[in-house]
């Protein structure tokens, strides 16, 4: 009977350790979609900004203000921030699976959950 009761305990200590490690890590999760949200939002500022930035400097470089390699400088901030848009869709993506893998809500043949 102590046994069984012990193996009970166990089984009911282990179940809460696995639910709390399941929430952490959800709110985990949660925490990066939304800073992956924002890094969207400021890589999307990032390269606009910089692509009116590289016309400028496009038509300073006709005119002899600017040199080639100050041009070349502001693409590769272009693409710098591209990339960093699109790491932060990546890892947004990501962590919205992980979000529905680990609520048992992931449809992977595209079909939406209904609440």
Do not use: H
């Not at 200590?13 to 979609?33: N, P």
């Not at 890094?39 to 600017?66: H, N, P, T, W």
Request: charged share 30%; glycine share 4%.
């Amino acid at each position: 009977m102590d046994a069984g009761d012990a193996r009970i305990k166990r089984a009911l200590a282990d179940f809460a350790e696995t639910e709390r490690v399941l929430r952490e890590q959800l709110r985990r999760d949660y925490v990066l979609v939304r800073a992956a949200e924002r890094r969207i939002e400021a890589g999307i500022l990032a390269a606009d900004a910089v692509e009116a930035i590289i016309a400028s400097y496009q038509r300073q470089f006709i005119a002899g203000r600017r040199s080639w390699l100050d041009v070349m400088n502001a693409v590769r901030e272009a693409a710098n921030a591209r990339l960093s848009e699109s790491d932060a869709r990546v890892g947004a993506a990501a962590a919205t699976a992980r979000i529905l893998a680990l609520s048992c809500r992931w449809q992977p043949d595209g079909m939406e959950v209904t609440p």
